[in-house]
């Protein structure tokens, strides 16, 4: 099936310790996106990637590092330098310019 | 920086009433407008777009929203709302010659009520 896979769906770590949640899709898009959604807060942008080995700031990348080595491929760290990392992370491609976004089932990432 | 204002955070309402959630958006340029929905438990799904053309689109389930210029807003309309309905609605807007950055509002929860 093409679509968007993130894994894990539920993930906890220990405070002080770097997290790297997986996203991975088939769809041939060029651009890939990372947000955050906390309750009452809606979704904002950490990061986003227009093409390989390219990628640029969103509005709360602090505490927060990717990287796109493969296009199909956009993995998030959340650090310890995060001082609120608990949320619900969810990640998202479009082909680049004009589309809409699909969106992956999400990773609930919580940090005690 | 573009943004996105939802204005109803809570929106109550019985089956078969009407629907109209308000979202504005700040920025003076060309946009392209969404409504995503989450439906409890399940991924963001795409609701309706605008890029250009008509003002008024339609999309899945009976909803459609307008686009108003003049007003920078991007309502979403259902004429008669199910239990089905209730979720979370989001409006959201990218930028033309924005590099596709999709900035969303803070989103309004649906609860629709036999």
């Known amino acids: 099936d093409g679509g968007i896979t993130q894994s894990p769906k539920y993930l906890f770590r220990k405070e002080g310790q770097n997290v790297t949640l997986s996203c991975e899709q088939n769809?041939?898009?060029?651009?890939m996106y990372w947000y955050r959604q906390d309750p009452g807060q809606g979704l904002r942008l950490i990061y986003y990637?227009?093409?390989?080995?390219?990628?640029q700031k969103g509005d709360i990348a602090e505490g927060y590092s990717v990287s796109r080595e493969k296009k199909e491929s956009f993995p998030l760290t959340v650090t310890s330098a995060q001082k609120n990392p608990t949320a619900f992370y969810l990640c998202?491609?479009?082909?680049?310019?004009?589309?809409?976004?699909?969106f992956g089932q999400g990773t609930r990432l919580t940090v005690v | 920086a573009q943004s996105v204002s939802q204005h109803n955070h809570h929106v109550i309402l019985s089956e078969a009433a009407s629907l109209e959630l308000g979202c504005n958006y700040s920025?003076?340029?060309?946009?392209?407008l969404f409504w995503y929905v989450q439906y409890p438990g399940q991924h963001l799904q795409l609701l309706l777009k605008y890029f250009s053309g008509d003002p008024l689109v339609k999309g899945i389930k009976g909803f459609e929203a307008e686009f108003i210029k003049s007003k920078f807003s991007f309502n979403l309309r259902k004429p008669s709302v199910q239990w089905s309905d209730t979720a979370e609605y989001f409006c959201a807007v990218t930028v033309t010659g924005g590099g596709n950055k999709l900035t969303f509002g803070t989103g309004t929860q649906l609860k629709v009520e036999l």
């Open positions: 769809l041939n898009h060029d651009a």
């Open positions: 998202a491609s479009s082909i680049a310019s004009r589309a809409e976004a699909f």
């Open positions: 920025y003076g340029g060309t946009v392209n």
């Open positions: 990637s227009q093409i390989v080995n390219d990628f």
